[in-house]
């Protein structure tokens, strides 16, 4: 089984940037699925942030972050990132890393929080 755990939220002012890390630990070989970026905010419905495929080649973006967030990851580590730039308020939130596109119900790690003060 799988285990991810993410680090590297932290508070910022808008505008700033962040890198979110998700580390990979046992089960399958890491390269071999897809990964992805899910957020929740008090109050907020959760949304999928990002996802990205097992060879890196392939990507997807909400809307909302599309232009300001870059999904990647390196095989090798097996780690998944996320940088965060041009952050806004409205990014502040629960950010969790789940093995699977797009998928809550996946495995998932237990989340970093990242704050965005205007």
């Known amino acids: 089984q799988v285990q991810l755990v993410e680090s590297g939220g932290g508070s910022v002012q808008a505008g700033g940037s962040l890198r979110l890390s998700c580390a990979a630990s046992?089960?399958?070989?890491?390269?071999?699925?897809?990964m992805s970026w899910f957020r929740q905010a008090p109050g907020k419905e959760r949304e999928g942030v990002a996802a990205?495929?097992?060879?890196?080649?392939?990507?997807a973006y909400a809307d909302s972050v599309k232009g300001r967030f870059t999904i990647s990851r390196d095989n090798a580590k097996n780690t998944l990132y996320l940088q965060l730039n041009s952050l806004k308020t409205e990014d502040t939130a629960m950010y969790y890393c789940?093995?699977?596109?797009?998928?809550?119900?996946?495995?998932r790690g237990r989340g970093t929080q990242v704050t965005v003060s205007s």
């Open positions: 789940a093995k699977a596109w797009y998928d809550f119900t996946a495995t």
């Open positions: 046992g089960g399958d070989t890491y390269s071999f699925y897809c």
């Open positions: 990205i495929n097992g060879g890196g080649s392939g990507t």
